[in-house]
């Protein structure tokens, strides 16, 4: 997808697309550091006006606490430069106003004060959490070519690290910070220490304006502490040395977390069996824990299925099942709000932005998934429910249509298929520059559907010779509302095109709706 226009954006932060174009420029954010970025200026500027066009008052401690948090050397100008013109205007008078009307401070200064953990270029868990003084002021650094790197704050809980980077430069000022993980000796590591081995752990790390988050999720048990190593060649564009290790302690946070153990709590509907494991509370995020699988007497029929396909079509069995099994589902509050919202599929509605991280885990057999979301802790959520919305299962098909590539563009073809009209707008071989490179063979095809009850899954190509071609697809919703949108497939390996060619769809997810929602306390 290419980069959405400002004004896309700017109604993104504003909540005024349609659920499909949201959801598609969700998607987008997700890859695009520099878009994510200018959506967050947008939002940073909506908090920053809700703040200041008002009159508060400073806290007593005000002074003092300036004074403390205020760094030893020169001071740092990290005033942003607003890359959207048409709201500069706006934005700079919004300012004037209130440095004359009031002394508030701006998210720049803020910063400073108070460090990343305040603002918005984190999730709430991380802004409660610093409210509730779990954050501590390290001040890591390693200086080269002028530029240092520099681990400012560290939030720390049983759930998750949290990091802030910063890099400064030879004025002092807070330059954006650019780590590229593609760069051959740049090098981060993470590990776990829990007793008795050590191991290493994933991270992640998310681009922001001033800073970086740089975040370490806990799984492993017994943890006592966690180091993280930065070794890096090339910093922001420069070339240099940046050796950097924060070795952090976990053992004394323990008693901050509390679970919750919900393994009697079992349900099975439309063949899918549903098994709530955990749910973990700790001051930054929330964690549910829970498996899906077919029922035991789908289970067989399934396994069948799907290793006929792999016979016929040479595609692995799991990649075809794709977890086979997940569910919809969402979280309330002791008042009946809806604290979260979870859905696998982005096109059923727009990830909820109080989900931090998703994972799922195969268990052996097919279908089989272990299930993790961790999410925003409510600030009230001593009492919480789950609530199941539906189940989704991947089933395999037969499907096929046939179509001639060389008419398609001024004749497409239209097919029917489990409640959505499909029309293969176009089906043409694209040369590449390199002569000694394979051309790249692109399908397009318009999906008009009324519901989100099915999706498609894995197709491959045939060609009259008989040979099969693996397709790799990628979906737009474009301009287009309710659940209407484009697919794109791309293959190689084609040298001509022949007047008679076959799409396969050999799997297809059904979601089915909970007839009575199924309610389970997520508290003792």
Not at 214 to 232: M, R
Request: net charge negative.
């Amino acid at each position: 997808m290419n980069c959405p226009k400002a004004d896309k954006l700017s109604q993104y932060a504003d909540n005024l697309l349609t659920q499909q174009e949201h959801s598609q420029i969700h998607i987008h954010l997700n890859t695009c550091v520099t878009c994510s970025s200018i959506v967050q200026l947008f939002k940073e500027e909506q908090e920053f006006l809700k703040i200041n066009l008002q009159s508060p008052t400073l806290p007593d401690h005000f002074a003092s606490l300036v004074l403390e948090q205020l760094e030893p050397y020169e001071q740092k100008d990290v005033r942003r430069k607003r890359m959207i013109w048409k709201r500069i205007v706006l934005l700079a008078a919004s300012i004037m106003l209130a440095v004359v009307l009031t002394a508030t401070l701006s998210p720049t200064f803020a910063q400073i004060i108070s460090g990343m953990f305040s603002t918005k270029q984190v999730d709430e868990g991380l802004n409660m959490a610093s409210v509730d003084g779990l954050g501590e002021r390290v001040d890591l650094e390693v200086s080269d070519q002028q530029l240092t790197l520099k681990v400012e704050d560290v939030i720390v809980d049983s759930s998750r690290i949290a990091l802030s980077l910063q890099v400064i430069d030879e004025k002092g000022i807070v330059v954006r910070p650019n780590i590229d993980h593609s760069i051959k000796g740049n090098q981060i590591s993470v590990s776990g220490f829990n007793g008795e081995y050590n191991y290493t752990m994933g991270y992640r790390l998310d681009g922001g304006l001033d800073y970086n988050s740089f975040q370490v999720f806990i799984d492993e048990p017994g943890l006592e502490k966690v180091t993280i190593n930065f070794h890096l060649v090339e910093l922001n564009g420069k070339q240099g040395n940046w050796d950097l290790e924060i070795p952090v302690e976990i053992t004394g946070n323990k008693d901050i977390k509390k679970s919750v153990n919900l393994n009697k709590e079992k349900q099975t509907i439309n063949g899918v069996t549903i098994n709530l494991k955990e749910i973990k509370f700790a001051p930054t995020s929330n964690s549910l824990l829970y498996e899906t699988s077919y029922e035991a007497s789908e289970q067989l029929v399934i396994e069948n299925d799907f290793k006929a396909l792999n016979e016929q079509y040479g595609l692995d069995t799991r990649e075809l099942a794709s977890y086979g099994t997940s569910i919809k589902y969402h979280i309330e509050n002791k008042e009946n709000n809806v604290i979260m919202k979870f859905s696998p599929y982005i096109q059923d509605e727009p990830m909820d932005d109080k989900i931090i991280i998703s994972s799922a885990n195969e268990k052996g057999k097919i279908g089989h998934a272990a299930w993790k979301e961790v999410f925003v802790p409510d600030k009230n959520d001593s009492n919480l429910t789950f609530v199941l919305d539906g189940v989704y299962k991947v089933i395999p098909t037969n499907f096929s249509v046939k179509f001639n590539p060389k008419e398609v563009k001024e004749n497409p073809v239209t097919f029917k298929y489990m409640g959505k009209e499909v029309t293969i707008k176009k089906a043409e071989l694209q040369s590449s520059a390199n002569t000694s490179d394979p051309g790249i063979f692109e399908i397009e095809m318009a999906v008009n559907q009324e519901s989100n009850e099915m999706e498609f899954g894995k197709w491959v190509l045939k060609e009259n010779t008989g040979r099969y071609f693996r397709l790799d697809s990628e979906t737009t919703t474009g301009e287009m509302e309710d659940y209407n949108h484009t697919l794109y497939f791309k293959t190689t390996g084609l040298d001509d095109i022949p007047e008679e060619m076959s799409l396969h769809l050999l799997t297809a997810t059904s979601y089915y709706e909970a007839d009575n929602k199924w309610r389970v306390p997520l508290y003792e």
